[in-house]
C-alpha cells in the first residue's frame, strides 16, 4: 500500500511513518517543520536535539534497507496539497511498476497541535486557524478531485468534546426531540483555540463525506506519552520530537522531566481535571487498524482514541510516587490555572471501538513510567528549567 503522511515529522508523524515502512508500504511524508520552526521562535526546550527528515529518512534506511520519502512543503498551499494527487510528486516504481502514485491511505497529523500555543496572542491564534482548516480543507479538495476512494485517517481530539455533564458518546449521539429522532454529530465545547479547530475539521470532513461520498476515519485522540516504539530500537537518532514545555510538552512527559531535574510538579488548581490518555505505541496501533479497516465510501467513522483516565492530581502523585522510588525529590506544586476549564466534573467517555477492531491497549503502569524515566534521565543535562513554565493565560 502507498501511505501518505501529513505531518511527518511531528512527534506521533515519525513514529508511524517507521511503523508502516516496517510492515512493508511505500511511505511518504511531508512536512514544513512548522512545530520545529515555533520551537525555535519561542525558544521552548527539546529534550534532545533530532535530525531532519532527510537525515531520519537516510539512517532507516541504512537501519532496515527501506525507504521513506521525504516531501518538504507547505500544505496549506493546495498546490502543495494537489501536487501530491495529481502526478506533480513523483514515486519510486522500481517498488512496484504499476503504481499510479495515488496513496491508499492518507494520515492526517499536519496540525498545529497545542492548545497554549493557539492563545498566546493573536498572531499564533491566527497561523493555528489558517494552517489547521487550510490544509483540512485542501486535502479534502484534493481527494474529491483525484482520489475519492483513498481512505483519511485523521487525528482529531478529545477535547473537542470538552467535559459534558453526560457520556461522551463515540462522535455520534442519537436525539429525540419532539417525537421524532435523528442522529448527529455529538455536540462540542472545546475549551481552547486550537480544539475548536479540530471541531471545524470534523464539520469539514462531514461535509465532504456527505457531500462527495469520501472515506474518512477521525480519531478522537487523548493525550500521548511516551518516546520509545518498536522501531526505534534505542537508537535515539530516530525518536521522535519530545518538548518538555508547557506550550508543546504533554503533561505525562513534562512531569516525568520535571522530577527529573527537580523542578515541582505545576498542577493547574486542584488537579481535578480529567482526560483520556494512551501510550504512543498505541497510537500507532489504533492508525493501524484504522487502516486495516478503512471507513466504507460516504461514511466519517469516528472512534474515541484513549486506553484510561486520569486526572491531573492522579498523574502528578503517580510520578512523585515513581519518581521516589527511584531516588528522585518529587514536589507537588498548585498554581492557579491559567485556562478557562472546570476542575471538578463529570468525564465518562465511551472507548471501545478501537479495541473492537484489534487494539490491545497499553496500560500506564508503575513499571512503565519508570522506563521513561530512565530514558528523560539520560538527558537530562539538556533540560533548561526556564523554559519548562511560561504562564500561558486562556483569558488574559
Same mark, same amino acid.
Given at each position: 500500500?502507498?501511505?501518505?503522511?501529513?505531518?511527518?515529522?511531528?512527534?506521533?508523524?515519525?513514529?508511524?511513518?517507521?511503523?508502516?515502512?516496517?510492515?512493508?508500504?511505500?511511505?511518504?511524508?511531508?512536512?514544513?517543520?512548522?512545530?520545529?520552526?515555533?520551537?525555535?521562535?519561542?525558544?521552548?526546550?527539546?529534550?534532545?536535539?533530532?535530525?531532519?527528515?532527510?537525515?531520519?529518512?537516510?539512517?532507516?534506511?541504512?537501519?532496515?534497507?527501506?525507504?521513506?520519502?521525504?516531501?518538504?512543503?507547505?500544505?496549506?498551499?493546495?498546490?502543495?496539497?494537489?501536487?501530491?494527487?495529481?502526478?506533480?510528486?513523483?514515486?519510486?516504481?522500481?517498488?512496484?511498476?504499476?503504481?499510479?502514485?495515488?496513496?491508499?491511505?492518507?494520515?492526517?497529523?499536519?496540525?498545529?497541535?497545542?492548545?497554549?500555543?493557539?492563545?498566546?496572542?493573536?498572531?499564533?491564534?491566527?497561523?493555528?486557524?489558517?494552517?489547521?482548516?487550510?490544509?483540512?480543507?485542501?486535502?479534502?479538495?484534493?481527494?474529491?478531485?483525484?482520489?475519492?476512494?483513498?481512505?483519511?485517517?485523521?487525528?482529531?481530539?478529545?477535547?473537542?468534546?470538552?467535559?459534558?455533564?453526560?457520556?461522551?458518546?463515540?462522535?455520534?449521539?442519537?436525539?429525540?426531540?419532539?417525537?421524532?429522532?435523528?442522529?448527529?454529530?455529538?455536540?462540542?465545547?472545546?475549551?481552547?483555540?486550537?480544539?475548536?479547530?479540530?471541531?471545524?475539521?470534523?464539520?469539514?470532513?462531514?461535509?465532504?463525506?456527505?457531500?462527495?461520498? /469520501?472515506? #474518512?476515519? !477521525?480519531?478522537? &485522540?487523548?493525550?500521548?506519552?511516551?518516546? %520509545? =516504539?518498536?522501531?526505534?530500537? +534505542?537508537?535515539? @537518532?530516530?525518536?521522535?520530537?519530545?518538548?518538555?514545555?508547557?506550550?508543546?510538552?504533554?503533561?505525562?512527559?513534562?512531569?516525568?522531566?520535571?522530577?527529573?531535574?527537580?523542578?515541582?510538579?505545576?498542577?493547574?488548581?486542584?488537579?481535578?481535571?480529567?482526560?483520556?490518555? /494512551?501510550? #504512543?505505541? !498505541?497510537?500507532? &496501533?489504533?492508525?493501524?487498524?484504522?487502516? %486495516? =479497516?478503512?471507513?466504507?465510501? +460516504?461514511?466519517? @467513522?469516528?472512534?474515541?482514541?484513549?486506553?484510561?483516565?486520569?486526572?491531573?492530581?492522579?498523574?502528578?502523585?503517580?510520578?512523585?510516587?515513581?519518581?521516589?522510588?527511584?531516588?528522585?525529590?518529587?514536589?507537588?506544586?498548585?498554581?492557579?490555572?491559567?485556562?478557562?476549564?472546570?476542575?471538578?466534573?463529570?468525564?465518562?467517555?465511551?472507548?471501545?471501538?478501537?479495541?473492537?477492531?484489534?487494539?490491545?491497549?497499553?496500560?500506564?503502569?508503575?513499571?512503565?513510567?519508570?522506563?521513561?524515566?530512565?530514558?528523560?534521565?539520560?538527558?537530562?543535562?539538556?533540560?533548561?528549567?526556564?523554559?519548562?513554565?511560561?504562564?500561558?493565560?486562556?483569558?488574559?
Amino acid at each position: 500500500m502507498h501511505i501518505l503522511i501529513l505531518g511527518g515529522d511531528g512527534y506521533l508523524g515519525w513514529p508511524t511513518a517507521m511503523y508502516f515502512s516496517r510492515q512493508g508500504h511505500q511511505v511518504t511524508v511531508v512536512d514544513n517543520y512548522l512545530r520545529r520552526n515555533a520551537c525555535t521562535e519561542l525558544d521552548v526546550g527539546m529534550l534532545y536535539t533530532v535530525p531532519s527528515l532527510q537525515q531520519r529518512a537516510r539512517l532507516w534506511h541504512e537501519k532496515t534497507g527501506r525507504e521513506i520519502k521525504v516531501v518538504i512543503g507547505d500544505l496549506s498551499d493546495p498546490e502543495v496539497m494537489r501536487s501530491l494527487f495529481d502526478g506533480r510528486v513523483t514515486y519510486d516504481r522500481a517498488v512496484d511498476p504499476s503504481f499510479t502514485g495515488i496513496p491508499e491511505t492518507v494520515i492526517h497529523y499536519a496540525e498545529q497541535p497545542s492548545a497554549p500555543y493557539s492563545l498566546l496572542n493573536h498572531k499564533a491564534a491566527n497561523l493555528t486557524v489558517s494552517n489547521n482548516l487550510l490544509v483540512t480543507n485542501n486535502l479534502m479538495f484534493a481527494l474529491k478531485d483525484f482520489a475519492r476512494d483513498t481512505h483519511v485517517v485523521h487525528i482529531g481530539t478529545m477535547g473537542e468534546y470538552g467535559t459534558p455533564n453526560i457520556d461522551i458518546e463515540e462522535g455520534w449521539l442519537e436525539v429525540e426531540h419532539k417525537g421524532r429522532k435523528d442522529t448527529f454529530l455529538f455536540p462540542r465545547q472545546a475549551s481552547s483555540l486550537y480544539h475548536t479547530t479540530k471541531i471545524m475539521d470534523t464539520d469539514l470532513m462531514w461535509f465532504a463525506v456527505r457531500t462527495w461520498g /469520501l472515506r #474518512i476515519t !477521525d480519531l478522537m &485522540q487523548g493525550p500521548v506519552y511516551g518516546l %520509545e =516504539t518498536n522501531e526505534t530500537e +534505542g537508537d535515539e @537518532r530516530l525518536y521522535p520530537i519530545f518538548n518538555y514545555d508547557e506550550i508543546f510538552g504533554t503533561i505525562v512527559n513534562r512531569f516525568i522531566t520535571q522530577a527529573v531535574v527537580g523542578y515541582p510538579l505545576t498542577v493547574y488548581g486542584r488537579g481535578g481535571q480529567t482526560r483520556g490518555y /494512551l501510550n #504512543i505505541n !498505541d497510537t500507532l &496501533q489504533c492508525v493501524d487498524k484504522s487502516v %486495516e =479497516t478503512p471507513a466504507k465510501s +460516504g461514511e466519517l @467513522r469516528i472512534f474515541n482514541q484513549i486506553m484510561e483516565t486520569f486526572s491531573v492530581m492522579e498523574l502528578a502523585e503517580m510520578t512523585r510516587r515513581v519518581g521516589a522510588k527511584l531516588g528522585y525529590d518529587v514536589t507537588i506544586e498548585h498554581l492557579e490555572n491559567p485556562r478557562k476549564e472546570a476542575e471538578e466534573h463529570y468525564y465518562n467517555p465511551t472507548y471501545q471501538g478501537l479495541t473492537g477492531i484489534g487494539v490491545e491497549p497499553h496500560y500506564l503502569t508503575d513499571e512503565v513510567m519508570e522506563g521513561m524515566f530512565r530514558v528523560v534521565d539520560r538527558y537530562s543535562d539538556n533540560i533548561r528549567k526556564e523554559v519548562i513554565f511560561r504562564g500561558v493565560k486562556w483569558g488574559a
